[in-house]
């Protein structure tokens, strides 16, 4: 697909999100299909089942989620929605097979119920609780910098006032616009600005653009790929894999440009945060995490100790039976029940 086509199987792929998400699954699955029809991606695919899952038509749900799989067999949550289809047709047999395959790619799907359970308590309880936070891992690449597609699709682009200031930083340091940033005309583009803010589009040689981040040239590749940590709501992140470059301004593990202007930096560089990300910073707001830790260990090893603490926060404080009855809860309990997971979150490092 060329970049134009790319923006439109976006929209119509997150229209068919967000039409889904409203209850109107029948424009939704057109959507979906549209998406489809432009560009034959597995992340298309898996919302058309979900539409059709929602929508009843349980076999043709199925059928889409079986050509998400052979677009991406490496995702391990397409087997289990295949799992889930397949054991509402009543084939038992089939669909244990299906979540064998997904325990295979990823251990934590044995308990992916108690995962997700866990993580919708945690996403509500700190629910605006942070703004635009800096991500706490030091040791991870910063996968939310990475990129295999170019980054204005993924909305990483610089709208005017923090364009204004990046310019003056690079004048500052002698840099070279060029080198770090690029353009994209979306002037003629059909539904440019249902996917762009207004703020982010931009007169460059008088044309209609949006400006973003140049790429570097080194790869994520299959080691750092392989231990990439999962979105908010434990799904792969479908923007990554080891092709995946990090950005031009990404500079030891974190974004150069992040207070110019002092404003905040890129929208995925100070917005998006990972599964693990997410969790550690709870950690940290809570006071139960040394800094040394978090420097010390893998994010192989983090990403795991980050599953237990999510079911640790989950289940026994923030959706405990105490916790949920109690209304307002008492500060008091709240402190004891934070303490007693402190301690057992304590034991995984």
Not at 15 to 31: A, V
Not at 229 to 242: Q, T
Not at 302 to 324: F, H, K, T
Request: glycine fraction near 8%.
């Amino acid at each position: 697909m060329t970049d134009p086509e790319k923006l439109t199987e976006k929209y119509f792929h997150c229209m068919g999100e967000r039409l889904i998400d409203e209850g109107d699954l029948e424009e939704g699955i057109i959507f979906f299909q549209k998406a489809i029809d432009v560009g034959d991606t597995p992340y298309a695919w898996y919302g058309l089942s979900r539409a059709l899952g929602m929508a009843e038509d349980t076999a043709g749900a199925v059928g889409a989620i079986s050509r998400a799989i052979k677009l991406a067999p490496g995702i391990p949550e397409y087997y289990f929605e295949r799992s889930r289809l397949l054991a509402s047709l009543g084939r038992n047999d089939l669909a244990d097979e299906e979540m064998k395959r997904a325990i295979a790619i990823d251990p934590n799907y044995r308990r992916i119920d108690r995962i997700n359970r866990a993580a919708g308590i945690l996403n509500e309880a700190f629910d605006g609780a942070f703004h635009k936070p800096s991500c706490p891992v030091a040791s991870c690449p910063a996968y939310c910098c990475h990129f295999k597609e170019n980054m204005f699709l993924h909305g990483v682009t610089l709208g005017a006032w923090k364009l204004k200031a990046v310019r003056e930083l690079f004048r500052e340091k002698g840099l070279n616009e060029t080198d770090l940033l690029e353009n994209f005309p979306v002037a003629g583009i059909e539904n440019a600005q249902d996917l762009f803010s207004p703020y982010d589009i931009v007169k460059f040689d008088g044309i209609a653009s949006v400006i973003f981040p140049r790429r570097k040239d080194a790869v994520l590749g299959a080691d750092l790929a392989r231990d990439i940590p999962k979105g908010r709501d434990y799904r792969s992140l479908m923007w990554i894999d080891g092709t995946a470059r990090p950005c031009r301004l990404f500079e030891n593990g974190r974004c150069s440009i992040y207070e110019a202007g002092g404003e905040p930096s890129l929208e995925s560089c100070s917005s998006f945060l990972c599964m693990t990300g997410f969790i550690f910073l709870v950690l940290r707001h809570l006071g139960m995490v040394n800094e040394k830790w978090l420097s010390g260990l893998s994010i192989a090893r983090l990403n795991e100790i980050a599953v237990e603490a999510l079911i640790i926060l989950g289940e026994d404080v923030y959706g405990s039976e105490e916790m949920r009855s109690a209304d307002p809860p008492d500060e008091d309990m709240k402190k004891r029940l934070i303490d007693e997971a402190g301690r057992k979150i304590s034991l995984l490092f």
